[in-house]
Nanobody, 115 residues
Framework: QVQLVESGGGLVQSGGSLRLSCAASGSIFSFSTMAWYRQAPGKDRDQVAAITIGGTTNYAESVKGRFSISRDIAKNRVYLQMDSLKPEDTAVYYC?????????WGQGTQVTVSS
């Protein structure tokens, strides 16, 4: 059973920064893709950023240029650096690890951006 634990969320003012961390119980190199999703109240859970086993990254249009996904394979961690935060970034952020299909999810960490 794979466990993912997110941390780093909190309350920040508009324009501020946060760095989310996802700690995996096993090697992240065993997954084809590690990703961050977010879900705001009443909305769907959407992918924000992803990084493949080969290191290719992709981002949702709404966060391009502001968010950056990275990983530390030795520590089995994936990070999401979030800069220039906006109130519309407010959501619960989830870490996802998958080989195929939906994969595994963490419990989520709340990010709140005040205007």
């Amino acid at each position: 059973q794979v466990q993912l634990v997110e941390s780093g969320g909190g309350l920040v003012q508009s324009g501020g920064s946060l760095r989310l961390s996802c700690a995996a119980s096993g090697s992240i190199f065993s997954f084809s893709t590690m990703a961050w999703y977010r879900q705001a109240p009443g909305k769907d859970r959407d992918q924000v950023a992803a990084i493949t086993i080969g290191g290719t990254t992709n981002y949702a249009e709404s966060v391009k240029g502001r968010f950056s996904i990275s990983r530390d394979i030795a520590k089995n961690r994936v990070y999401l650096q979030m800069d220039s935060l906006k109130p519309e970034d407010t959501a619960v952020y989830y870490c996802n690890a998958r080989r195929s299909g939906p994969g595994y999810w963490g419990q989520g960490t709340q990010v709140t951006v005040s205007s």
